[in-house]
């Protein structure tokens, strides 16, 4: 009988995991995939959209029972309720129509890939004064807040609430001497690229420029996971644009109708508040023996649970995804294929046994057809830290989409070698 994989989501990393999965063990298994939205949300190019008057609703959506029907991987539109580790089981509620009754799955091997709630809900003041970029509804009030006139020219802040991170991920030694290191916010890229997004677009809209925007970070530097070097060098042209920047906010308290008040204890005018939340691990997914005291799924750096062997993570929701990229979920993806093929004889353990070596990889839009770009491993205790800013990171940023919409979120190996070049040698 074929082992029977079930993948409890199906964004970035359940995708790329069920996919994997079917590449590497072949005809194996029967593949399942669970999310209670059948499309993909393609999150990174959400800012760019919205700088663009572009509703990003239209542009940045992939259907996910047709992607993955092409690698024969069967998808259930549900709600995932429940994990039961002993029984090798998962609980799930139908959610196309409310009512659905109840129903449990067996597995032979799970897949989380549950991502994060963003926990805009615990900031006070953000329903009625906040904006943010992370999902389609957030980045289409932002768009038509900034393009109808709304927002008037006033001062912006850009900066992260606290992310409480889990104790999931210590002792992890991914690089020779290095860590998983604590950070005080969950993902820094995007306050970064929306901030010189954003400066480009009051300039091309006669608002304003850079000096009207402040950065915050709730740690001692902001995006530190890119690197020691690399940041520094980051602020430095940030400040010559103008860019004000706050350090060490520790926490967003509340946002008012003209401030944004944090934790330190400074409070700062704004007319537009744009900001990131605490990245929590959902509520069911707290207190199980495979979660760590924040509620992110422990693994090791093959992606398996220590205690229950036949359960990986992958993505956001795995406690060893630090900084929350994607582009980290992508490399998990890649490791759990070989590791379930390696259990059902269908690879060698030299190659499936390659374990997690993290990078950070982020391509950012800063406007007028320019982007930065970070290759870094130095966090974790590599020896790379890049950053380039230019014509070259701005296309690979929108071929990268275009890529991954064309090969169903396939993007070839070769992808990442092209993109390392141009950006790094031309
Ligand atoms: C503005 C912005 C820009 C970014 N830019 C980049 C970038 O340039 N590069 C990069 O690498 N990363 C970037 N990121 C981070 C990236 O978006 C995330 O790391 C990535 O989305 C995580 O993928 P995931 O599949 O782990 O989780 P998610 O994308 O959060 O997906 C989780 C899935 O699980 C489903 N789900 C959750 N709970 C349940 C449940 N109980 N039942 C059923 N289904 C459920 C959800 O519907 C969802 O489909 C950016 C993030 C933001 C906010």
């Not at 897949?111 to 709630?117: M, S």
């Not at 889990?166 to 995007?190: F, H, N, R, V």
């Not at 530190?224 to 520094?232: L, N």
Request: overall charge negative; aromatic content about 8%.
């Amino acid at each position: 009988m074929k082992k029977k994989v079930i993948v409890l989501g199906g964004n970035f990393a359940g995708l790329g995991a069920a996919q994997k999965i079917r590449e590497y063990a072949k005809d194996e298994v029967d593949i399942t995939v669970i999310d209670r939205k059948s499309y993909l949300l393609y999150v990174p190019n959400i800012p760019a959209e919205v700088l663009e008057n572009r509703n990003p609703e239209y542009s940045l959506k992939m259907d996910i029972p047709t992607t993955l029907k092409k690698d024969k991987i069967d998808f259930i539109h549900a709600e995932v309720t429940k994990i039961d580790p002993k029984a090798q089981t998962v609980s799930i509620i139908p959610n196309e129509r409310p009512g659905a009754e109840p129903h449990t799955i067996a597995y032979d091997y799970l897949v989380i890939a549950l991502g994060a709630k963003l926990a805009y809900d615990k900031i006070e003041g953000f329903a009625e004064y906040g904006d943010t970029v992370s999902d389609f509804y957030h980045g289409n009030k932002l768009r038509k807040k900034l393009h109808d006139g709304t927002y008037k020219g006033g001062p912006i802040v850009v900066g992260s609430a606290r992310f409480h991170q889990g104790d999931g991920a210590k002792g992890l030694e991914p690089y020779p001497g290095g860590q998983i290191p604590d950070a005080m916010a969950a993902c820094e890229g995007p306050p970064v690229e929306i901030s010189l997004g954003l400066a480009d677009w009051l300039e091309r809209h006669k608002m304003g420029d850079a000096s009207k925007i402040t950065i915050t970070t709730p740690g001692e530097m902001i995006a530190e996971d890119a690197g020691d070097k690399v940041v520094p060098q980051l602020l430095d042209v940030a400040g010559k644009m103008g860019f004000k920047y706050v350090n060490n906010t520790k926490d967003i308290v509340k946002l008012t109708k003209d401030s944004i008040v944090f934790a330190n204890g400074t409070e700062l005018p704004a007319e537009l508040k744009i900001v990131f939340p605490d990245w929590e691990a959902h509520d069911f997914l707290k207190g199980l023996e495979i979660s760590d005291n924040q509620g992110f799924i422990i693994t090791d750096l093959l992606m398996r649970n220590p205690k229950y062997k036949n359960i990986f993570a992958a993505g956001d929701c795995a406690a060893v995804t630090m900084p929350k990229l994607g582009a980290i979920g992508h490399q998990q993806c890649e490791i759990i294929g070989r590791q379930v093929a390696l259990d059902l004889g269908k690879m060698d353990a030299e190659k499936a046994n390659e374990t997690l070596k993290p990078w950070v990889f982020c391509i950012g839009d800063i406007g007028s057809g320019k982007g930065f770009y970070i290759r870094s491993n130095s966090w974790f205790g590599g020896d790379t830290q890049v950053l380039k800013m230019g014509r070259i990171p701005y296309m690979l940023k929108m071929q990268y989409k275009t890529l991954f919409f064309e090969t169903d979120g396939k993007v070839p190996v070769w992808g990442n070698d092209v993109a390392e070049i141009m950006a790094e040698k031309i």
